[in-house]
């Protein structure tokens, strides 16, 4: 006999490599605990993230009209145009996209909950915590991103419905891949490594050892040499104090001391790696050791074409393919002016321009209008005067 109507709920297909990437962080292999978080601690990791992620918002993203004679304008009342300098009430585009692009380096993706109004015009994007975010495949071959909201509800977004920018992601699907679970264990040897240094230091830079007797010692005496041993000695206001000891007693050092270690060496190797996860320049991260005033400049330029180059275009790639509909692609699109990395160097921005210029494919007043100065006043041409004529 049917006693209820239960209903059958929802078959759903979770992307494996969601599960297997968003897990709330996992033990490396040195035993640390690496989530996003703790990895984010690493000053490294933090700035190559804020390298990235700054520069990218910190560029003019503009929205573009095709013309029919195959040239463009800028269209900056378009409703995507608009979104795009103010995503939502409470952030800025530039904050806006300084966010979602450091989501994606710590976690592999970013989301944002697509607003319309009842005519399907683009109206604001408001970001979503990647661990609120469940992606399931349905039955149709779509994908569907379920997450919970601040009351605790799941809400179920359609594709269309949310703006889902991400890393590299395996074959056949659409999870970016976390660089922080990939490198789990480099970042783990990081982690220990500035633990060993903190205890070392909070210790009085004073590795553990033993004190050592020929005389045999009651347990009251073994907890009072013990505590002495600590209160003198022990903690960074310590550091230096001469030991006398008592009784007999000699003091022997059981570990390696941090130079024997090479501390320094492996906490600067572990910059290094990150450096290299992240694909920025050590310069950019404040590491000179390989740095010099002529390779600097260059460093710098490597950073803009091979790091920032990969956010860059997905940034207008997604947006393109994701914001506008199937007519407005053909028409509109967004594009980043990277000029606006010359902002910090006048020589160089002054060169740029002059060399523009020169060759023809750009005006005074389009350099005037860049570098947001009024347009020159038009004066009338007056006629030149030939020489011989000045003479009489």
């Known amino acids: 006999m049917k006693l209820w109507p239960f209903k059958r709920a929802e078959k759903r297909n979770t992307d494996p490599s969601w599960s297997a990437l968003v897990n709330g962080g996992a033990a490396s292999a040195s035993g640390q605990f690496v989530d996003a978080k703790p990895a984010e601690s690493i000053a490294a990791v933090f700035g190559c993230v804020q390298a990235l992620s700054e520069s990218t918002a910190c560029l003019p993203l503009h929205v573009y009209q095709r013309q029919d004679n195959g040239e463009r304008l800028r269209a900056d009342d378009h409703p995507l145009a608009r979104v795009l300098r103010q995503p939502n009430p409470h952030q800025s585009g530039l904050t806006f996209r300084e966010e979602m692009t450091a989501s994606m380096l710590l976690h592999g993706n970013a989301f944002a909950r697509i607003e319309t109004n009842r005519a399907g015009e683009l109206m604001g994007l408001h970001p979503i915590h990647p661990r609120n975010v469940t992606i399931n495949r349905l039955p149709s071959g779509r994908y569907a991103y379920d997450y919970t909201n601040d009351d605790g509800q799941v809400v179920r977004l359609l594709e269309g419905e949310i703006l889902h920018l991400r890393d590299r992601a395996e074959p056949g699907s659409v999870v970016g891949k976390s660089r922080i679970a990939i490198a789990r264990d480099t970042l783990g040897m990081g982690l220990s490594l500035r633990e060993h240094g903190a205890a070392t230091f909070r210790n009085g830079a004073r590795l553990s050892g033993v004190l050592q007797t020929p005389h045999v010692l009651d347990d009251a005496s073994a907890t009072r040499i013990g505590e002495s041993w600590r209160s003198q000695f ?159």
Not at 317 to 331: H, P, Y
Not at 335 to 363: C, Q
Request: charge should be negative; proline fraction near 5%; glycine fraction near 8%.
């Open 234 to 392: 022990g903690g960074p206001s310590n550091i230096g104090k001469t030991a006398v000891l008592e009784n007999g007693l000699t003091y022997q050092q059981l570990a390696m001391s941090l130079e024997d270690a090479q501390w320094i060496a492996a906490q600067q190797f572990t910059t290094e790696e990150v450096c290299r996860i992240y694909r920025v320049p050590p310069t950019m991260v404040s590491d000179l050791r390989f740095g010099s005033y002529q390779n600097t400049a260059e460093l710098g330029s490597q950073f803009v074409r091979y790091s920032l180059a990969r956010w860059i275009a997905m940034w207008e790639s997604e947006i393109t393919r994701q914001l506008l509909g199937s007519i407005g692609r053909r028409r509109y699109l967004a594009e980043h002016s990277v000029e606006g990395l010359l902002r910090g160097n006048p020589e160089a921005r002054a060169d740029f321009y002059g060399k523009a210029i020169k060759d023809g494919w750009m005006t005074t007043e389009e350099v005037r209008r860049l570098e947001n100065l009024p347009a020159l006043p038009k004066a009338e041409q007056q006629p030149e005067v030939p020489d011989d004529e000045q003479a009489e």
